[in-house]
């Protein structure tokens, strides 16, 4: 049995979290959602409560923030993000030696850096289409 948080903003890793849960593996999930997303639950109470009830009764979740305050009783966890977000805990847990897939610094700018990821592309052969 392994031991998982999946980190996520909108619960995408949601299914595959279950599937491990399903597994046999102890999953939980650490929920931090955008500003834009924070936004629309101040403006809208409904919004908040179709987040709030996404995957409910089928796996423990979290605010990410209350699981990282108590990052140090959970040393042996694997900590996985769903997609590039909250790259600032994944350095903080990559720096204090925690599993981490995914996340991160270099995730969030190669998706936010352009040029940097295309020279990171074109160093291994890679050639990108020209954008307009």
């Known amino acids: 049995m392994h ?11 949601l299914g595959w979290a279950i599937r491990l849960q399903d597994e046999g593996n102890k999953v939980l999930v650490g929920y ?5 997303t924070l936004k629309d639950f101040v403006k809208k109470s409904e919004e908040k409560q179709a987040f709030d009830i996404v995957g409910k009764g089928l796996i423990q979740k979290f605010p990410l923030d209350d699981l990282v305050k108590k990052r140090s009783q959970m040393k042996d966890w694997i900590w996985l993000w769903d997609y590039n977000h909250n790259p600032d805990i994944a350095e903080l847990l990559k720096k204090e030696n925690f599993k981490v897939f995914e996340g991160g610094q270099f995730n969030d700018r190669m998706e936010h850096d352009r040029n940097f990821a295309l020279k ?5 052969g890679l050639k990108s289409p020209p954008s307009f």
Do not use: L, M, N
């Not at 931090?32 to 834009?36: F, G, L, N, T, V």
């Open 32 to 36: 931090k959602p955008d500003e834009e």
């Open 3 to 13: 031991k998982f948080v999946i980190c996520t903003k909108d619960y995408s890793g």
């Open 120 to 124: 990171f592309a074109e160093k291994y």
